[in-house]
C-alpha cells in the first residue's frame, strides 16, 4: 500500500484548515485516512506556534514504514528539523514576464540616450575652451 503524509482540507469556504494525515494514496483528498498526525492552520501568522501542529512520535513512525510526506508536508517537517532541507531550483520565478522586460529595456535605452546627451554638451565646451587658449 502506497502511503502518503498530506493534508486533508477542511474548514469553511475562504477560511481554509486542514489536517495533517496519514493515509492511502489512492483514497480522496478529504476522504479516509488511516490516523490523523496534525493540524494546519494557515490563517494564523506565520511566527505563531498553533499555526503547525504535529504528533513527531507518530510522523517518525510513518516515516518509518515508508510513507512520502507531500511537497507542503515536507516542508513542515525540515521547518520543525524532522526532514534534512531539501534544494529546490525554480530558476523562472524571479525572472520577469515580456512586458516587464519590454519596459526596462525601455528604459535603459532612455537611461542610455540621456547619459549621452549629457556627455557630448561637456565634451564641446572643453574643447572649444583649449582652442580658445591657443
Known amino acids: 500500500m502506497a502511503m502518503k503524509i498530506r493534508l486533508a482540507r477542511g474548514g469553511s469556504k475562504k477560511r481554509p484548515f486542514y489536517a495533517i ?57 525540515e521547518a520543525a528539523g524532522e526532514l534534512p532541507k531539501k534544494e529546490r531550483s525554480n530558476p523562472k520565478k524571479g525572472t520577469p514576464g515580456k512586458a516587464a522586460q519590454a519596459r526596462a529595456d525601455e528604459k535603459a535605452e532612455k537611461a542610455k540616450a540621456a547619459e549621452e546627451a549629457a556627455n557630448a554638451p561637456a565634451e564641446e565646451p572643453a574643447a572649444e575652451e583649449a582652442a580658445a587658449e591657443e
Not at 518509518?64 to 507542503?72: F, I, S
Open 21 to 77: 494525515v496519514a493515509a492511502d494514496s489512492r483514497m480522496p483528498r478529504d476522504g479516509r485516512f488511516i490516523e490523523k498526525l496534525g493540524t494546519y492552520n494557515p490563517m494564523l501568522p506565520k511566527d505563531s506556534e498553533e499555526r503547525v501542529k504535529m504528533n513527531m512520535e507518530r510522523v517518525k513512525y510513518w516515516l518509518g514504514e515508508g510513507a512520502q510526506p507531500t511537497d507542503r508536508v515536507s516542508r513542515m517537517l
